[in-house]
């Protein structure tokens, strides 16, 4: 064993990593590689950034230095900024409009239901998530419009006129696409049908409130509808809209599901067949929960286009936010020019709103994301 | 499910109230409360505050009529419309009478099934100059330019006013309030047109007020006033006097503050107003004392004048053509008696 030689095994040492050149790392190179990467690359930066400086200065101080905050009326205001009190003393009659003060509760009670709806429709175990959401679903905008009338479950009687502000608008969108929901499926699955008669309303249905401009029909639910009713039958002016509201978005949404049956292959329809599934368990167990996966992304961004355009119900003087801020900014104690303060305002809200439910619907994709891409 | 089903009853039940037609009286006393149509904003005749009280000049003629009829001016229920759905909303039987600046017209009086009650406000096309420009008069106003609210019935107004007196303008014209108010401010044009009403609400918007005048001359007639459905006389006399018994109030000076002593101690004409001598209530199927409330909790022409777009307001609208007969205006009430 002397003569064993004995040495350290040979061990392979990479070397020791270098850092990347400076002229590819850190704040200059990137912006030597997207703002100057060519000569009208960097002209246009620098024109964009001396328009920018131009601004952005004005902004900052119109919007925070020389802006009015704290006051009771708008004699506070007496800088040249903006006057945040205009915002601040209408707050209330933004979020809630009308609503009883001391009953503001229930509307934040079914803003709080709503969100919990949501979350829990995809944060459940996916065995019965289904199951438990759709019910759920289902049976909110019922349950809220009880908490916001409040007649069906013993508490004061709010009438519809008192309804309004943003949250008018939050839950008049939820309202109304959850029960197009189901209606909106069952026009795509009668586009898609064999039986003529079924296939000929569907389409004449779809087409309708798919070409018909919104506004149309907020105006004939407004102002038509009323007339065919018979003599003396009052339907709540909400509630017209909300139909409204309904038909509109389930001609959209069955077009968005429309796509989404298109795109499962046949296999799967040739598969339920062969195990001898019925029409209703192929299409509800097997179809559905895949064109649901498949439409997510276009089913929340049309959810974000009906949720902005329920600002329109303006037109037909439905007190949601923006029509409330109009009658603020009629009133003779504020008529000192707050309009830009006020859509300022309003814009800030509606951007946070649907930022959020972008920033949801990327996370359900995700989620959802069960694809055999790899 | 039977909750669920319960639910779906009570939406519906929500939705749908039935009420005839005929006699708007009984439907408003058994519901309790006058439904109201009124403008959704417009300052000094229907507007809403921070709070969400409604108040204005508009909103005073539907608080006298409730006074009236429930005996309670608070018995309102607003009822926010746009300019085209006033006239649906009214024949349809969602409001019980309509007060939200609306003109008094031919077409409108023959043609819609509706009759108007009276006027509250007598209102027409005015113009609003910078005091720069030293114009005392509209007919100085040749080759100036025109700041106009588009698709408004000012535009055909002052193109007729216009030609008549061979007078030559440019019309700029804008899309809503707030840019023709802009749009007059940053010298886009001389001066701007509006309903005289309007104009003074655009004025307190002006960065400084004091640099405007607007000139005397009403270049169109726009009386405004409540209006009804047509085929229910009951109710149309009712609403038209309880309009009259305000305007009576200013001319006997009745005010909100003496009306009840008035009531007891004034003169023969006083008693008969407010119900302690004479039969007027009962001939409208009110109480005898449904003057004396309206003028009691909502007050008599003048104090609701001031209150809401004269002295007492941000707005100082001046009398004018709605001062009493006797003080040089054109407002009258028929003979009550």
Redesign the interface.
Known sequence: MANTFKSDPIEFKPAEAKPAPDSTVGIVAWMRGNLFSSIPNAAFTILIMLGLANVIPDIIDWMFISSTWSGANQDACVGDGACWVFVKAWSQQFFYGSYTTDQIWRVNLSLILLFVVIVMSFTLPASYRLKVSVPLFLVLPFLCIAILDGRLVGLEHVNTDFWGGFSLNVLMAAAAIIVAFPFSFLWALGRRSDMPLARSISVVFIEFFRGVPVLALFFMGSVMLPLFFAEGTNVDKLVRVWIVLIFFMSGYMAEVFRGGFQAIPSGQYEAADSIGLGYWQKTLLIILPQVIKVSMPNILATFVMLFKNTVFLLIIGIPEVLQTLLTALSNSNWLGGHAIEGYVFVGVIFWLCCFGMSMLASNIEKKLDTSHRN | MIK?S???A??L?????????AATLDDVKKRGVLSCGVS?????FS????K?NWSGLDVDVCRAVAAAVLGDASKV??????A??RF??L????IDVLSRNTTWTHTRDTSLGLNFAGTVYYDGTGFMVSKKLGVKSAKELDGANACIQAGTSTELAISDYFRENNIKYKPVTFDTS?QT??GFESGRCDFLTSDQSQLY?LR????NPAGAIVLPEVISKEPLGPVVRQGDDQWFNIVKWSLNAMIEGEEQGVTSANAADKAKNGKPGNKRLLGTEGELGKNLGLNADWALQVIKQVGNYSESFERNVGSG???KISRGLNALWKDGGILYSPAMR
Do not use: C, F, M, N
Request: charged content about 20%; glycine content about 18%; hydrophobic content about 30%.
């Open positions: 669920i319960s639910l779906v009570g939406g039940a929500l939705g749908l109230t039935l009420g005839a037609q959704t904003g417009l300052a000094g507007q809403k505050d921070e969400g229920q607003y009822k926010p419309l746009t085209k759905e649906t909303a024949q349809s039987g969602e707030d108010r802009s609400a307190i918007g002006l960065k307001s941000q707005l």
